[in-house]
């Protein structure tokens, strides 16, 4: 079983940027498929983006073209840089481990182990 801990969270402006970090120990990550989700408050964790083994990528129609996913095996760390951020992006962020090898993280149903959560704040 893998251990996630995201960091990176904060408050930040709208229009401003955050980069979250997710480090893994307990399996290397190398052929693992990961995923960052959210959820803010009264709502359900929801997805924002997906990055598999290979580094095929996979965005929440709502995070396109400000979030970038990506991942560093050798560091056994997955990222997210978060880019004009607005008062609607305030959540827990959650990393995430799949379960499959051969299916993208895109939803709750398909993930393994989660971290523990990073509170993103932004103010209007």
């Known amino acids: 079983q893998v251990q996630l801990v995201e960091s990176g969270g904060g408050l930040v402006q709208a229009g401003g940027s955050l980069t979250l970090s997710c480090a893994a120990s307990?399996?290397?990550?190398?052929?693992?498929?990961m995923g960052w989700f959210r959820q803010a408050p009264e709502k359900e964790r929801e997805f924002v983006a997906a990055?598999?083994?290979?580094?095929?990528?996979n965005y929440a129609d709502f995070v396109k073209g400000r979030f970038t996913i990506s991942r560093d095996n050798a560091r056994n760390t997955m990222y997210l840089q978060m880019n004009s951020l607005k008062p609607e992006d305030t959540a827990v962020y959650y990393c995430?481990?799949?379960?499959?090898?051969?299916?993208?993280?895109?939803?709750?149903?398909?993930?393994?182990?989660w971290g523990q959560g990073t509170l993103v704040t932004v103010s209007s």
């Open positions: 995430a481990a799949g379960s499959n090898s051969y299916i993208m993280v895109v939803d709750t149903a398909s993930v393994a182990s």
């Open positions: 307990g399996r290397t990550l190398t052929y693992v498929n």
């Open positions: 990055i598999s083994w290979r580094g095929t990528t």
